[in-house]
């Protein structure tokens, strides 16, 4: 009920559609300025001739002042693509471009009828995506429509970069979100200006920051995207469609690029560390702190070519300015992934981007050292990354492996791709995990996608023989405005095993797909977009699979999506589920027969047979001071042994994840975040499990370069203990030691962390910040939180550059 309460306040508020149609007036001013050229997109005029100057003198302040600028080629006619496709943009936007002996300046006039309604946080770099009104360029350097730069700043001049790699699975999910890897950053200069009638932005992208063909005379892939939050418009200056599955195909071009030179390419970036830790004594009520600890670390990156680039590493530090937000494992089987936020496995690590984690930089623990060779020669795209890592052992000597991996791949037609992949973690000759593979991605007929991966893994441990597995993966998509559907086939043998990746779910093979129909409303309707959405999955012992038996896990979903007016979104779904597992798997699992004795477990399947569950997504970007999401769902569910996999009994209980933005200034935003699991038991009504994670993050931003940050985060995570669910009795996990208890767990950890940053560019950086650890003597009860320890951290890199 609360939902629809949101809702209907937010629509009753917003304005419609055609009101925003309406263009802003412009001062004499700003219509008359004289330009060398303009290209209108919506006319499709996309082929852009670069005008160059040698000495521009533009000075970036977001006024567009200059006299270059007059010089300039004009981008203008936008057209929306989403909610609607192939419209006159609802506002209008101008774009200058221009380039330099060194750089590609930008220059855009941003004009909004409504100039209070622009969004415009001063933020954290990269932070500002889902958020903020931003414009967007896409440099496509080497035009091979595979990989681009993605070049990105709010209207206050806020920064965020990535790489636009095609075949990628984007931030927010297959399907939502575009397939941009955010993490590297480039050094480019930027500043924007809110006015009264929009807001104004300056751009200058230095040829040293990107890599581009060697070549007397080239053309890139252009293209310019415009947000507009509080509506939820994506706009275009070359017309999108979703009726292509790779959008960089639609760009338009910029050519009259000549003897481009990258210069001497060098930045040494030394960094240095210290930390003091400490520990809570209980008995003392006192903590024991640790001396100072400090370490040198040394990034250096030298450009070969101006498109072959050789990284080194010394030490480099993890860069873990902000713990990872705590993740709901209480019933999870299988690994969680993590995002790789160290700089040195950020940059350049593209090649290395797979559909599936056969590379996942993150098992690469501790590096001590690395090195890193990528780039593009022609039609062939390379790269290597060797390190060597340190892994401490439990009570033995840490044993430093030294790791592999090794990336190529080519061109094909317009859009598709072939390359290997090979990946090596070696202790000594006796230890070592091995991973080749193949893959393709092919694109048809311009909107269907079939993406193949195969692979075989081969591994040998100190006492033993070695081990091979092989891995396939076969996808095929549909891109359409209308009907979209995916078709997913995971196949990975038991003796498979990515020791430099990231494989879950081992000895198992899943089947998965998904159909969608997307019902646009008209311009300025009430309803944008209705979809109607059905997806099945089921899951195989691998060697069932192939034996045509029935699967092990199966789920389907049906589930309504409804787009609103002014970014509002709302999903409601259905889902049945069914666990058929084999007596086998259950083997090793026992039950306490309270006289001493033990019996084997023998699980009842027939309350797995159907288990019914509802969820919802709701989703509001439409104000200004306050935004947010909540997912929720009821479900039946089966309470899982983690270390056999295997289900015990049913259970019923809620899932929740919700997330509030306040933005009361410009300067201060503030997050409020809830995750919730549970499940009873349905034999008893008990309590089986439960997770409640709350999280409040604080920042306040003094300037674009300099933060203070706090974050808050409460942690309780309990099992149980597992039962029999048709006596009661204790499970027993038994093996060639013994048997012992199949306990559950019990953690209640409460967490602060400080944060000073200072930033002007990547690289460059002073961060001071203290963190303390506590444990809380029950769930949520805050009567006895004691302390168990903390950690002073700072950190000084610079990034020379020449």
Known sequence: ??????????????????????????????????????????????????????????????????????????????????????????????????????????????????????????????????????????????????????????????????????????????????????????????????????????????????????????????????????????????????????????????????????????????????????????????????????????NAKYGLTSNLTLDGTYNPDFSQVEADAGQIAVNERFALFYEEKRPFFLEGTEIFTMPKNLVYTRSIVNPVAGAKLSGKAGSFQLGYLGAVDEVAGSGEPARRPVVNLLRARRDLGNASTLGMVYTDRSTSGDEYNRVFGIDGRFVMARRYTLTVIGAGSRTATVGSGPESGSYLSLQLERASPTLTFNIDLEDVAHGFDAGSGLIPRVGDTRLQSRLEYNFRGEPGALVEQFRPGFDASAFWDHESFWRRETFEEAEIRYGVTTSFRNNITVLLAATARRYDFRAADYDGLYVDDGRGGEAPFVADQDPFGLLHGVGGFFWVNSWDVLRGRVRWGYRQDAVFDLRYGVPIEVGTGWDADIAVYAYPTRHLSAELGFRYQSLFRESDGTLALEAVIPRVKTQYQFSRALFLRAIVEYGAQMRRDLVDPATGHPLLGCGSSGCSLRSGSDANDFGIETLLSYEPTPGTVFFLGYSRQMEDTGRLRFRDVRPTADGLFAKVSYRFRR
């Open 1 to 298: 009920m609360l939902h629809e309460l949101a809702i209907l306040a937010a629509l009753a508020a917003a304005p419609d559609q055609e009101a925003a149609v309406a263009r802003p007036v412009r001062t004499a001013a700003l219509r008359d300025r004289p330009v060398a050229a303009t290209y209108n997109g919506y006319e499709g005029q996309t082929n852009v001739v670069a005008p160059r100057l040698a000495d521009p003198a533009i000075n970036l302040d977001g006024r567009l002042d200059e006299a270059a600028w007059s010089e300039a080629a004009l981008l203008t006619g936008f057209s929306q693509f989403d909610p609607s496709e192939g419209i006159p943009a609802t506002q209008d936007t101008e774009v200058l471009l221009l380039i330099s002996e060194d750089a590609v300046y930008f220059g855009v006039r941003a004009f909004d009828d409504n100039p209070g309604g622009v969004r415009a946080t001063l933020g954290e770099r990269d932070t500002f995506y889902r958020t903020d009104d931003y414009i967007q360029f896409i440099l496509d350097t080497f035009n091979d429509q595979r990989q681009a730069y993605s070049i990105v700043v709010n209207p206050l001049g806020v920064q965020q970069d990535g790489l636009w790699i095609e075949g990628r699975v984007g931030r927010f999910g297959r399907n939502f979100g575009p397939p941009i890897d955010w993490n590297p950053d480039f050094v480019w200069d930027s500043e924007g200006r809110v006015e009264d009638w929009g807001y104004a932005v300056e751009v200058r992208i230095p040829f040293k920051s990107i890599r581009f063909p060697e070549a007397a005379e080239q053309a890139w892939g252009l293209q310019v995207f415009r947000k507009i939050q509080r509506l939820g418009f994506d706009e275009s200056w070359a017309p999108v469609t979703k009726d292509v599955a790779n959008r960089l195909t639609l760009a338009g071009s910029l050519s009259g690029l000549r003897d481009l030179e990258r210069g001497l390419f060098l930045e040494l970036n030394p960094v240095v560390t210290g930390t003091r830790q400490g520990t809570y004594d209980a008995g003392a009520k006192a903590f024991t702190r640790e001396p100072v600890s400090g370490e040198f670390g040394f």
